[in-house]
């Protein structure tokens, strides 16, 4: 079992960057598979990016790949989300997320959620 809390978002004009960070706390981090989702009022959750175990294999949607970059410190037991040259599209809620297993972008294979944190970006 593994507590996910999320911190860094706000609100930022297009084109500005962001960092999110997660912090996880419960049992060893190194044995989950972390992942980002984002969710805008009205509209289903959305795959944004996941991070093996070791943090050497990365999966990113495309709508992100190459604005957004995540990284995990096993050490600290974080994972950040990176995100620059925003969009007014990438405004929404944004979640932690946590499994077992391998790296996947289905929202309903993750065990573990944070609360979330939200984003705005202005136009």
């Known amino acids: 079992q593994v507590q996910l809390v999320e911190s860094g978002g706000g609100l930022v004009q297009a084109g500005g960057s962001l960092r999110l960070s997660c912090a996880a706390s419960?049992?060893?981090?190194?044995?989950?598979?972390m992942g980002w989702f984002r969710q805008a009022p009205g509209k289903e959750r959305e795959f944004v990016a996941a991070?093996?175990?070791?943090?050497?294999?990365?999966l990113y949607a495309d709508s992100v790949k190459g604005r957004f970059t995540t990284s995990r410190d096993n050490a600290k037991n974080r994972v950040y989300l990176q995100m620059n040259s925003l969009k007014p599209e990438d405004t929404a809620d944004y979640y932690c997320?946590?499994?077992?297993?391998?790296?996947?972008?289905?929202?309903?294979?993750?065990?573990?959620w944070g609360k979330g944190t939200q984003v705005t970006v202005s136009s």
């Open positions: 419960g049992r060893t981090f190194s044995d989950y598979t």
């Open positions: 991070i093996t175990k070791s943090g050497r294999g990365i």
């Open positions: 997320t946590a499994r077992t297993g391998t790296v996947v972008a289905a929202a309903s294979s993750y065990n573990y």
